[in-house]
C-alpha cells in the first residue's frame, strides 16, 4: 500500500462514520516498513483519539515516541494522550521536554501556550503563544479559534 494519501482518506471516512474498529483493522492489515510504517503509527494515534480511546492512544503514542524520539510530532501525541486521558500535568511535562530537544518547534510552542491557558497559567500561555507565532505566522489564525485559548482572548 505505497498511496499514503488514499489510505488517509479512506481512515477519514471510517472515522468519519464512527467506524472506529474498521479503520483500526485496516491499519492492522497492513504492514510497511520505513516512514511509511511511522505514518501509519501517526494515523492509528489520530484514530484512537477520534474514537476517545485515550488508554490505547497513550500506549500507541509512547510506542511511537519511543520509535521516534527525533519527531517532535511523536512528543505531542504522546502529550496529548496524556491530556486526552486526564493527566494534563503530565502532557505538559512531555512538552517541556520536547521544547529542550526542539526549541524551535512552533507546534510544541504553540500546544504549550494551550495546556499552559488551560492550567489558568495565563501569562506563560499567552508568551508561548506568541513565541509560536513568531516562528511560523499560521499558528495566529490558529489562535484565533484554538477553544484552548479563549480565556487569552477575553482578556486581550
Not at 86 to 91: S, V, W
Not at 93 to 116: D, M, R, T, W
Amino acid at each position: 500500500m505505497a498511496n499514503l494519501a488514499k489510505l488517509q482518506e479512506e481512515m477519514e471516512g471510517y472515522c468519519g462514520l464512527g467506524m472506529y474498529d474498521e479503520a483500526l483493522g485496516v491499519l492492522d492489515s497492513i504492514r510497511l516498513k520505513g516512514q511509511e510504517e511511522i505514518t501509519l503509527s501517526f494515523l492509528r494515534t489520530r484514530i484512537l483519539r477520534a474514537a476517545g480511546r485515550y488508554a490505547e492512544m497513550r500506549k500507541s503514542a509512547e510506542k511511537l515516541k519511543e520509535r521516534c524520539p527525533n519527531e517532535p510530532e511523536a512528543w505531542v501525541s504522546l502529550a496529548d494522550a496524556m491530556r486526552q486521558s486526564g493527566a494534563i500535568i503530565q502532557g505538559r511535562i512531555v512538552l517541556q521536554e520536547a521544547e529542550k530537544k526542539f526549541p524551535q518547534n512552533s507546534h510544541i510552542k504553540f500546544q504549550l501556550g494551550c495546556y499552559h491557558c488551560v492550567l489558568q497559567e495565563l501569562e506563560k500561555a499567552r508568551n508561548y503563544v506568541q513565541a509560536a507565532i513568531a516562528i511560523d505566522r499560521t499558528w495566529a489564525d490558529a489562535a484565533q479559534s484554538d477553544e484552548d485559548l479563549a480565556p487569552l482572548r477575553k482578556k486581550s
